[in-house]
T-cell receptor, first 118, second 112 residues
Framework: SQTIHQWPATLVQPVGSPLSLECTVE??????LYWYRQAAGRGLQLLFY??????ISSEVPQNLSASRPQDRQFILSSKKLLLSDSGFYLC?????????????????FGPGTRLTVT | KQEVTQIPAALSVPEGENLVLNCSFT??????LQWFRQDPGKGLTSLLL?????REQTSGRLNASLDKSSGRSTLYIAASQPGDSATYLC???????????FGKGTTLSVSS
């Protein structure tokens, strides 16, 4: 069966410090991978998605970046955190779809990382 | 641009009551619609996925319906239990079919 891991579970960082959140998926190959942020009162916001190693698409301009160094590893980073980066960060995966249209299909989420920027 | 709205934002019911959560979307050209459950401080758990060709899906006490033409979906929970207390989110794929667009959720509280 497939599992998705995220770490750390919680993080408190000062403004201006760097960030690295990691997500790994087990039990599947060639997944689509996603980073979402959930801020209070704002719902889930897609930050990045990836359809393969080294292939990253950004949905929202910000001071965050993402990388996919391996097929089942997705990393969210920042060089300098802002107060507005606080939130609950969720990684997700879905089976890769091919063909004329890319269907997201069912999406599976990790346990999340609670980030507080002080 | 696709927008997803969920009403009500919060709902409190006594145990045993049947209830309906609503989800509406502005662009009816969707491939599927997914309902999730989120417990406080936790990730999302997929409950039901309805393909565009389907009108409903059932899993245990949960039944989700989809009416593409009117841009609506409902999640019906039968005989609610305190363990059903959570936030319920609905989501549809974006136009490119690359990721999901979520509603803000309905927070359900079931009292014993």
């Amino acid at each position: 069966s497939q599992t998705i891991h995220q770490w750390p579970a919680t993080l408190v960082q000062p403004v201006g410090s760097p960030l690295s959140l990691e997500c790994t998926v087990e039990g599947t190959s060639n997944p689509n991978l996603y980073w979402y942020r959930q801020a209070a009162g704002r719902g889930l916001q897609l930050l990045f998605y990836s359809v393969g190693i080294g292939q990253i698409s950004s949905e929202v301009p910000q001071n965050l970046s993402a990388s996919r160094p391996q097929d089942r590893q997705f990393i969210l980073s920042s060089k300098k955190l802002l107060l507005s980066d606080s939130g609950f960060y969720l990684c997700a995966w879905s089976p890769l779809r091919t063909g004329l249209t890319r269907l997201v299909g069912e999406q599976y989420f990790g346990p999340g990382t609670r980030l507080t920027v002080t | 641009k696709q927008e997803v709205t969920q009403i009500p934002a919060a709902l409190s019911v006594p145990e045993g009551e049947n209830l309906v959560l609503n989800c509406s979307f502005t662009d009816s050209a969707i491939y599927n619609l997914q309902w999730f459950r989120q417990d406080p401080g936790k990730g999302l758990t997929s409950l039901l996925l309805i393909q565009s060709s389907q009108r409903e899906q059932t899993s245990g006490r949960l039944n989700a319906s989809l009416d593409k033409s009117s841009g609506r979906s409902t999640l019906y929970i039968a005989a609610s239990q305190p363990g059903d207390s959570a936030t319920y989110l609905c989501a549809v794929p974006n136009q490119a079919g690359t990721a999901l667009i979520f509603g803000k959720g309905t927070t359900l509280s079931v009292s014993s």
